[in-house]
């Protein structure tokens, strides 16, 4: 069974003033208010929210059928309750007949000095302030005097300064962006009630508080808003981690590669020609793969290692033949095992040699068989 809390009690009336929270409490704590059921108790606080903050006794107006509407219960359970307030003498109607501007006014109604003292709504004889500074206790076992509140906020001050308030230093980011200690602490205890951990859902909106400022009483409301909004904060915390171990690994060694851009590099049956941002890998067997992202940082370790050498440099390079080479080698061979035709009629136009240094040659031994 669920034992309500005051703070249960007070939720649905946070947008009243403290005086009428403070009676409403009352009527659900003191047990003179026993006599009602719980239905009873409703209607008795749906009449206390039309009363005067400064003066209890001041006439309230109230149809009952609206009283029915706002306190969520029947037609009959609003009169059966106002006959039982009435017979306790705690609420008395007040029905002069018409006004002076001829309206009916029999829907007014008129709360007790008793019922005033009862519930610590001031009179006309007894302000606020002086009844802030009674300190008479009820009866009752179960009713907790708010008149103490002072007290407390003076032993918490106490404590606070004997025992202060410890933070992990992931929260104690937040103090940064004008969340106060207590605020910090307020927002754990939620995020614990829900089934969250504050670290998580911080680590989620810290970006978002970055990129759009927010901070002060915005970035308390949002992050209360993210612990009422069910998601899974555990998993998205560590990706977001994950994502920024990454990203600082490649701010390191981005630079490398300025230094081998547009340059060749060969190595133990693959060849690698590096441009800016991508590279091409180009294997013995001829398949080609193009690298980029984070991939090229496999190379640029191989090349550090010396696992592939700049091509200049190579003694692959140095001791293997250019192409241009083996090409005019191969030309000068073909001429000279080639018979040798007297006649002014040139060769036919494909049997004439590719490279440059052929056609050299050639033109050197035409002219001499025309000598």
Known sequence: MHVPTIHDVIKPYQKYPKVIQQSILRVETHPAFSI??????????????????????????ARLDLVAEG?????????????ILKSLTWLSPVSPGRTDWGTFSSFRYQFSADFCSLVKLPTKSKTINQIEDETILSDGGVYIDLSFKEDQLKISLENKGKNPITLPEEL???????????????????????????????????????????????????????????????????????MGEV????????????????????????????????????KQNGDMITVSGNALN??????????????????????????????????KSSVLKAPQHYSSVSPPIDTLPISVDANRMLIRQLLKIRR
């Open 71 to 83: 306190a969520d219960v029947s037609y009959k359970t609003v009169q059966r309750t106002m006959r």
């Open 36 to 61: 009602l059921t719980k239905a009873g108790k409703r209607v008795l606080k749906c009449l206390l929210t039309r009363v005067n903050q400064g003066n209890g006794e001041i006439p309230i107006r």
């Open 247 to 282: 990203s600082t690994i490649s701010k390191v060694e981005v630079p490398n590669h300025t230094q081998y851009r547009f340059k060749n590099f060969v190595g133990t049956g693959v060849r690698v020609r590096i441009f800016d941002g991508i590279a091409e890998v180009i």
């Open 298 to 331: 496999k190379l640029y370790k191989d090349i550090e290692d010396k696992r592939l050498v700049n091509q200049d440099d190579s003694l692959y390079c140095a001791t293997r033949p250019s192409t241009t080479k083996k090409q005019s080698r191969d030309a």
């Open 172 to 242: 104690r980011e937040m103090e940064k962006f004008g969340i106060k200690e207590t605020g910090i602490c307020k927002l754990r205890g939620l995020a614990h009630t829900a089934g969250y951990k504050l670290e998580h859902i911080w680590t989620v909106a810290k970006s978002y508080c970055e990129k759009f400022g927010v901070n002060g009483n915005r970035l308390y409301l949002y992050i209360s808003k993210m612990i009422q909004t069910t998601s899974d904060y555990e998993k998205r915390a560590l990706q977001i981690l994950r």
